[in-house]
């Protein structure tokens, strides 16, 4: 019986449906650190971690079994991806699974930030009727700047021209722009027009202090700036000179250059105690609904690549989409991506008599991926054939 082991908490859902499709699934609450988790890893082929679970090249390298691995969370820079796919293990994530409710955190933000709930909410709590409408506004008619216009950058586009905004957006490659939205040349451009200016880039290295004191001084007088993508990506204490100088009209930050580890940890940061500013422990993300839809996103993943070895969407391994085989095997061969490889999985096919039904190539970097559907079973010997190949990375025989 294939094994699961399932950490960090995992949405139910996850081991409903790894149970239903046949696993035997363990899970645990917390993480693991590296020496625990080697021998949590004894005999399972599946593992389901979080963010806070570091799977090392020597933890994938001591787990022989192990055939694939779910990030139950967008991020997988705590997995060793490039040794994991070396070893033929398939890691999925959930690429797309709380965008909605980064979305709607960020359209309760600039409206909070517009009508300055969050002083007027402060005062209140501190015995203060301050009934006023001055400073506050409606979002209706202004001008959304949205930089970085990927999957949480189009959806919030659309749902705030919902809202009556106006949509500006910067994408540093070409993008549809959605609606009526307009697409900005430069950073720039957009910092002149924008009312509002949200940061949903990734994280890729290069975006490393994209908004610094130059950045925040371009922006119109009384603007509002969110940041809900990475903490490096701003310069914090440039944010705070730009709210204590009255430049700009109010900020909200879910995701900081040093987050605490844990859960109750302390948090310390140069924009605590600023007028007009959200601060929220980076939970952009984090709602019942995102972890739900989640958990059933990559045991969907896991369970399909165990079952037909596909590996749509997989951050590792080429890509390819199969359904169940409709012939009577499925060899699914990942292998060195080396000239001839190919022809030589088929010359040893058709040394030992095997009719192919249909087949399958993908390659991704220095990998190939070869799926092939076979008419009738396998005679001895073929298996034994590809598995000695030099090329072979990971032989799988599905029936
Ligand atoms: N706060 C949270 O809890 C939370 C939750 C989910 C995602 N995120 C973060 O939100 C960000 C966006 O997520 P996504 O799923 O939309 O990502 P995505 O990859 O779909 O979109 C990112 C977009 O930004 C563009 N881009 C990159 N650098 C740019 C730059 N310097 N200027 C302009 N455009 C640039 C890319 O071309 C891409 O279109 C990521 O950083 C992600 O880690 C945060």
Redesign the pocket.
């Known amino acids: 019986m294939l094994r699961a082991l399932l950490l960090e908490n995992l949405h139910p859902h996850a081991r409903t449906i790894l149970e239903s499709s046949g696993f035997e699934v363990e899970t645990r609450t917390g993480a693991l650190d590296e020496s625990e988790l080697i021998d949590a890893l004894d005999g399972v082929h599946l593992l389901g971690i979080r963010s806070k679970t570091n799977v090392t090249a020597k933890v994938l390298e001591s787990a022989p079994s192990l055939m694939t691995l779910g990030a139950f969370c967008?991020?997988t820079n705590q997995i060793d991806l490039r040794t994991a796919a070396e070893r033929g293990v398939a890691t999925f994530n959930a690429?797309?699974q709380?965008?909605r409710?980064?979305v709607e955190i960020a359209l309760a933000e600039i409206i909070a930030l517009t009508r300055r709930l969050t002083d007027r909410n402060a005062e209140m709590h501190a015995g203060v009727w301050n009934k006023s409408a001055e400073g506050a506004h409606e979002v209706r008619g202004r001008t959304l700047g949205i930089?970085?216009?990927?999957?949480?950058?189009t959806q919030l586009s659309v749902v705030a021209e919902s809202l009556g905004m106006s949509v500006a957006f910067?994408?540093?490659?070409e993008?549809l722009a959605l609606g009526n939205a307009r697409r900005m040349g430069s950073?720039e451009e957009l910092l002149e027009v924008a009312d509002v200016v949200t940061l949903?880039?990734?994280?890729?290295k290069?975006?490393a202090g994209?908004f610094g004191a130059e950045q925040f001084a371009r922006m119109k007088p009384g603007a509002l700036f969110l940041n809900?993508?990475?903490g490096f990506v701003i310069d914090t204490g440039a944010l705070r000179e730009a709210i204590l100088s009255g430049h700009l009209g109010g900020a909200s930050i879910?995701?900081f250059p040093h987050e605490p580890k844990r859960k109750g940890d302390p948090f310390e940061s140069d924009l605590r105690g600023l007028p007009n500013v959200i601060l929220t422990p980076?939970?952009?993300?984090?709602t019942e609904e995102a972890q739900e839809a989640i958990g059933t996103f990559v045991a969907n993943k896991l369970r399909d690549y165990v079952a037909t070895g596909s590996t749509t969407l997989s951050v590792n391994l080429p890509n390819l989409a199969l359904e169940q085989t409709t012939g009577v095997a499925r060899i699914a061969h990942l292998h060195r991506n080396t000239p001839g490889v190919l022809a030589a999985v088929n010359n040893t096919l058709a040394q030992h008599g095997v009719n192919i039904e249909g087949q399958l190539l993908a390659t991704r970097g220095e990998l190939g991926y070869v799926v092939t559907d076979i008419g009738s079973p396998l005679p001895d010997g073929v298996t034994e054939a590809l598995a000695a190949m030099d090329q072979t990375v990971r032989l799988r025989v599905l029936a």
């Open positions: 967008i991020g690429p797309f709380n965008t409710s980064v930089v970085g216009y990927g999957n949480i950058g910067y994408n540093t490659s993008k950073l949903h880039v990734d994280g890729r290069g975006n994209l809900l993508s990475r879910d995701v980076h939970i952009g993300g984090s």
